[in-house]
């Protein structure tokens, strides 16, 4: 059987410098981009906190403070998202201190920029990186990809797919779909028909790189445009979409005009169709 393959991330040394000049930093980016891999392997000089432990999601609600002095910094908070009270701490000891470098690393499976009550929180005192799947460069410097690299946009970039040889990307993306709804839309939204869910996700890949039309996709799914509007929030905040907004020299019509929509990732658009 062959062994896994490590696969070097370029924003690595982004990472690094960004620690010289800011208190903490924030590390986005969706469900299994490698994210917790990065910082474990090339930050190990660093205490390693999971938000995925509800342990540790009880201790950080009830005091937010005591919980991070139980760690001598510097520190990673992985899914730091589960715990919005973290952040005004944190806010609180930068305050204090802003000139101590490198204190904290916080990771997230959703886009922190689009969480208001954090963006608010920490506006200007970190600096933030996103990791997006594998780039064609990074799989070509890491491993011998042989005539893989003709199936990549059906693969997609996910790290896992292009470095274990005996995972099957079907199966992979079988379980993403499945955990990314049971695990992360249920601590999000009030989802209690994950179907219906995984028939927006399809509808949405039926319509990819057109105009977003709410009212289409809540026929296709048989629910209400004001829930279709809150899911499609959540799946952009969690990455897996993007929203490409419209640029017209008219101010106006750039605000009014709906955008368009795209995947993050080819190998889960595919997957869909």
């Known amino acids: 059987m062959e062994n896994e393959v490590w696969i ?12 010289k000049s800011r208190p ?3 590390i986005t980016g969706m469900r299994q981009t490698g994210k917790t891999s990065l910082l474990k392997r090339n930050f190990s000089d660093f205490q390693f906190v999971s938000f995925d432990k509800i342990e540790n999601v009880r201790e950080a609600e009830e005091n937010p403070g005591k919980f991070l002095n139980s760690f001598s910094s510097p520190v990673v908070l992985d899914e730091a998202q589960y715990v919005p009270g973290i952040f005004r701490e944190i806010k609180y ?6 000139n101590q470098y490198g204190r904290w690393i916080l990771t997230g499976s959703q886009n922190f920029l689009l969480m208001k009550d954090i963006s608010e929180s920490l506006a200007g005192r970190i600096g933030i990186f996103h990791l997006h799947t594998l780039s064609s460069n990074e799989i070509r410097n890491s491993i011998d990809i042989g005539n893989r690299i003709n199936n990549s946009l059906v693969l997609g970039g ?5 470095s274990n040889p005996n995972i099957s990307p079907e199966n992979f993306f079988d379980d993403y779909v499945t955990t990314y709804g049971e695990r992360d839309l ?25 105009l977003i039309n709410y009212s289409d996709l809540a026929r296709d799914v048989g629910v209400s445009s004001v829930t279709i509007k809150t899911w499609i929030n959540a799946l952009e ?5 993007y929203l490409l907004q419209p640029y017209y020299r ?8 709906a955008p368009k929509l795209y995947f993050s990732d080819s190998g889960l658009l595919c997957y869909l169709l």
């Open 250 to 257: 008219n101010l106006g019509k750039r605000l009014i005009k």
């Open 93 to 98: 000891r930068i305050d204090e201190n802003r």
């Open 24 to 26: 903490a930093l924030f």
């Open 237 to 241: 905040t969690g990455g897996l979409i």
């Open 158 to 162: 996910f790290p896992e797919i292009w």
């Open 186 to 210: 249920r601590r999000i939204l009030d989802i209690t028909n994950l179907r219906d869910f995984q028939r927006l996700l399809k509808s949405c890949a039926f319509r990819v790189g057109q």
């Open 8 to 19: 070097s991330r370029n924003i690595t040394s982004q990472i690094r410098e960004g620690l």
